[in-house]
């Protein structure tokens, strides 16, 4: 057990603007950033703003830059920093500023709406729903997402082109409508909606040049890029251009 | 005063955990107009930290299983002080509201003929947790929070607006529920984000926020835990039950010191984790108690056995309820026989193939991974008890989830009370969320329906006096009593640890009588201190003015417990005395209620004695005949005192 002190810079202020604010705070074995945020609120600035609620990356509340990369705060530990070494950190880049580490992330569940629902079949009740672990599998990967909007920070197609983000739904929003349309029961198709096509039309798939930014931040470590986007593109060109696939999409549809 | 925006509403539910969407789900699908109100943003909830499934007797692992047999497992559990009508209710319910949640696009683990898989735990004879890997918590509220989109979706559609019918107010806090005699009217609440005031009018109130963790410096609990909603109707007037039973959690994190208390799923242990001390020895098998002796294994052999073959062998001790393996553990590290960091083993590297315990408990070994540096595919982890649910709560009717005494207040999930007994099973508070937040939501529709035209007034002087309570942190300074000018106010955060610390070491795990009359003088010392708890800035986003405001909640609800331990002499699932080890038959059928001092909910009390909370005694409906039939007699002798078994 050792503690020493370290230097933090904490981004502090609000829409009107702020800039930096120097801190020397100790630092014990074992913390991580969001320790430190709380030491500096219990002893230093008690109206540090910063949101957080499980403290065990599970709930994806305490999201920030540091030192300049998407993460969360209760899962970086102080030890993967230098004692010599300042640490930055910021509120995430690509939403508005509320106060000091608080973004207005209503961004997020904008988009979240815009997404259609799943459709469960309408030949099933409840309890009669039968899937195969293989089939579950894919969809179950994308619903390890905890919702961080890590991905939404630092997708380049947002971040920094507030211009896009009416047309684009982001990483996390993109791969939800994969996870629907991968998922075993879901009864789009039959009820008309194509999510292939509206990836594509609706939600800015397009935009997405995969650069696998998402990915590489994702805390949950789900390939967003490999096996939701471009599997999910795949699609969506198939759909688009592919004229049995488009020919067997009409047959199926008027015969419903 | 200021003027305080005013909306009208349906329904109001407070907080949007398992408890607070199903019940919000439900009383939109009813036709109220209803409005959630929570701490964090949407989606957020505590309830994504539950990690090993939902208990509900679907037989899909085993045919033997049943709503009765999850009945008895749940009364078992809890020690025979569970509401049964509550207990049965919820096994009866669960398997429909789990189905439900595959309507809504939920995705559960499968069995290999593709229906839902179910997992052991402790205290259930059966396979029966429905599970999501070891994030079955997340998996809840994701599909809830996409069914509620899904509504607003489908109210869009039909009005051009997505919150016309169901509208999430987030990060917003309540501090009253507003009354019109002895009715609600309404909530009064903050906007964390501006510090602005707001009133939802409503004629019914559904209560779900969860539990009071915060109270305690160990804990699995984030920061909303601070018992809000017990608080809330504390002071509306509604009775707490037995707020003594608090459940430590036998397996959260001690080490490094930044994580301790950080939640290690029972699923290590249903999957075949075994506990060892610090001589290698499975200590499990010392401490099964004469009521569960005929049901647990004898000898290693046998447990390991029975995770092949459960027909012919017994479950390992590893599965006992919780209290019981949390106070086992506690014996141990007291006796010397502990983890370098003060806890013991619990190992799965030994009994499984790494990939299997990547694929099955992939949270935890990623959490052990990322915190700790333990990989556990290769070593035993280090764990010990955290403070993880309160089995007390509002006082409710077991059919409609009504609060007891105020027309109008609802509450559901761990807030309320009952349920669960003296102890809760693992995996019996996803399914009690779902069965119960539907009730609450189903009640409190119809209960507003009733009122349509005779909706509840919100009084001015309501509003106003709530207004000025929340204010008080920014104007608070001045001196003690009895102490000279100019002292500065109290520190939140300081009086939080404090209180935590107190909490955590005079009533905890094991409790003493003179060490609990010495945490109601550090109560009323707190609370005292309290009133001056002053806060820096202004009113936007300012984490220690929403603390400065939750401490209320927190010496409140303290105090229930505090004072609720020191009157029950006996030990019983999540209450242990050491000065009163032994179950007693005759506090079987006891519940205690607490209650406001002040029924006028003022706050001004002082005196350690008397305090903010008096305390009644009441004797429990007997358990129904059909029920007690359920149970072989030689069993319940072992609970029910002489005349409850014949009448």
């Known amino acids: 057990m050792s503690s020493y002190k370290a230097q933090f810079k904490v981004w502090r202020g609000d829409v009107q603007g702020g800039g930096l604010e120097d801190f020397t705070v100790e630092v014990n074995d074992g913390e991580v950033v969001l320790d430190i945020i709380h030491r500096l609120q219990a002893t230093q600035a008690p109206d540090l703003a910063v949101r957080w609620n499980c403290k065990a990356g599970k709930c994806g509340s305490c999201s920030a830059e540091v030192n300049g990369r998407p993460r969360l705060m209760c899962m970086t530990r102080m030890s993967v920093f230098t004692r010599e070494e300042t640490i930055t950190v910021t509120p995430l880049r690509a939403f508005p500023v509320v106060r000091d580490l608080v973004t207005d992330v209503g961004f997020n569940y904008e988009k979240a709406r815009e997404v259609p629902a799943f459709v469960p079949p309408a030949d099933l009740g409840p309890g009669e729903y039968r899937m195969m672990q293989e089939d579950v599998d894919r969809s179950q990967e994308f619903r390890k997402c905890i919702e961080c909007f890590l991905c939404q920070d630092t997708c380049h197609v947002v971040r920094d082109h507030e211009e896009n983000k009416r047309a684009f739904a982001g990483p996390r929003f993109l791969m939800r409508v994969a996870e629907l349309d991968m998922h075993p029961l879901d009864a789009a198709e039959e009820s008309g909606l194509d999510r292939k096509t509206t990836a594509q039309d609706e939600h800015g798939l397009g935009y997405c040049n995969i650069t696998k930014c998402c990915t590489e931040v994702c805390p949950e470590g789900i390939k967003i890029t490999d096996n939701a986007l471009i599997p999910l593109k795949e699609r969506a060109v198939d759909r688009k251009y592919d004229p049995l696939v488009w020919l067997g999409s009409k047959i199926r549809r008027r015969s419903s | 005063m200021s003027v305080v925006d005013r909306q009208e509403w349906d329904v109001v539910v407070v907080g949007a955990g398992g408890a607070g969407l199903r019940a919000a789900i439900e009383a939109r699908e009813r036709g109220a107009r209803t409005a959630v109100i929570c701490k964090s943003l949407f989606g957020k909830a505590h309830t994504v930290m539950a990690e090993g499934g939902i208990a509900a007797a679907m037989a899909n692992a085993n045919e033997h299983d049943s709503w009765q047999v999850h009945f008895r497992d749940t009364m ?198 075994v506990l060892r001390n610090s001589e290698g020895k499975r200590f499990m098998f010392d401490y099964i108690p004469d009521v569960f002796k005929e049901k647990y294994a004898e000898s290693e052999e046998e447990g390991d056995r029975w995770y092949e073959d459960p027909d012919n062998n017994r479950r390992p001790p590893e599965l006992l309820p919780r209290d019981e393996v949390a106070r086992a553990i506690n014996s141990e590290v007291k006796a010397g026989r502990g983890s370098p960091h003060g806890g013991v083993f619990l190992d799965v590297s030994t009994r499984m193939p790494a990939d299997v315990i990547k694929r099955r408990l992939p949270s935890m070994y990623h959490q052990f991974k990322e915190l700790a540096d333990v990989d556990i595919t290769a070593e035993a982890m280090e764990v010990g008890p955290t403070c993880h649910y309160v089995m007390g709560g509002i006082a409710v009717d077991s059919d409609t989830a009504a609060a007891r005494g105020v027309p109008g207040l609802y509450a559901a999930g761990e807030v309320a009370g009952g349920m669960h007994g003296s102890n809760r099973l693992g995996g019996n508070s996803l399914s009690d969320l779902l069965v119960f937040g539907r009730r609450a939501g189903l009640h409190a529709a119809e209960h507003a329906a009733s009122l349509a035209f005779e909706r509840p007034a919100v009084d001015d002087d309501q509003v106003d006096s709530a207004a000025a309570e929340a204010l008080r942190p920014f104007s608070a300074e001045g001196p003690a009593p009895g102490e000279e000018d100019g002292r500065p106010p109290e520190n939140p955060y300081t009086l939080h640890q404090e209180l935590q610390q107190a909490m955590n070491d005079l009533v905890g795990i094991i409790r003493r009588e003179a060490e609990m009359a010495q945490a109601l003088e550090k109560l009323a010392e707190l609370r005292v201190r309290a009133r001056r708890a002053g806060v820096e800035g202004h009113r936007q986003f300012n984490p220690g003015w929403h603390l400065a405001l939750d401490l209320r909640n927190m010496l409140l609800v303290s105090e229930c417990v505090a004072r609720a331990a020191l009157e029950r002499t006996e030990s019983r699932g999540g209450h242990t005395r050491e000065d009163h080890p032994a179950m007693e038959r005759k506090w079987r059928n006891i519940n205690l209620l607490c209650r406001l001092t002040d029924p006028t909910g003022g706050l001004a009390a002082t005196d350690p004695v008397r305090g903010q909370i008096a305390l009644t005694r009441e004797t429990t409906d007997p358990i129904r005949a059909d029920l007690l039939a359920l149970f072989d007699k030689e069993e319940l002798v072992k609970y029910l005192a002489e005349e409850e078994l014949y009448e």
């Open chain 2, 76 to 273: 078992r559990g809890g020690k025979f002080l569970n509401q049964w009508r509550m207990a049965e209710l919820h096994a009866q319910e669960a398997p429909q509201r789990v189905w439900e949640l595959e309507t809504w696009g939920a995705l559960f683990d499968r069995t290999k003929d593709g229906r839902i898989s179910q997992r052991n735990f402790g205290g259930h004879e059966y396979p029966r947790l429905a599970h999501v890997g070891d994030r079955t918590g997340l998996e809840l509220i994701r599909t809830l929070q996409q069914k509620i989109v899904s509504l607003q979706q489908q109210d869009h559609r039909e009005t051009g607006d997505y919150e016309s019918r169901l509208k999430v107010f987030q990060e917003c806090t309540v501090t009253r529920v507003l009354k019109d005699g002895s009715r609600v009217s309404g909530v009064f609440a903050y906007e964390r984000e501006s510090g602005r005031f707001f009133v939802l009018e409503a004629p019914s109130v559904v209560i779900a926020t969860g539990g009071i963790g915060k109270s305690f410096k160990v804990t699995s609990n984030s920061w909303e835990y601070t018992g809000d909603g017990h608080a809330l109707a504390l002071l509306a007037g509604a009775p707490l039950l037995n707020m003594e039973f608090v459940q430590f959690h036998p397996t959260g994190m001690v080490w490094p010191p930044s994580v301790k208390g950080i939640l290690v799923t029972e699923s290590v242990r249903g999957d075949g984790g």
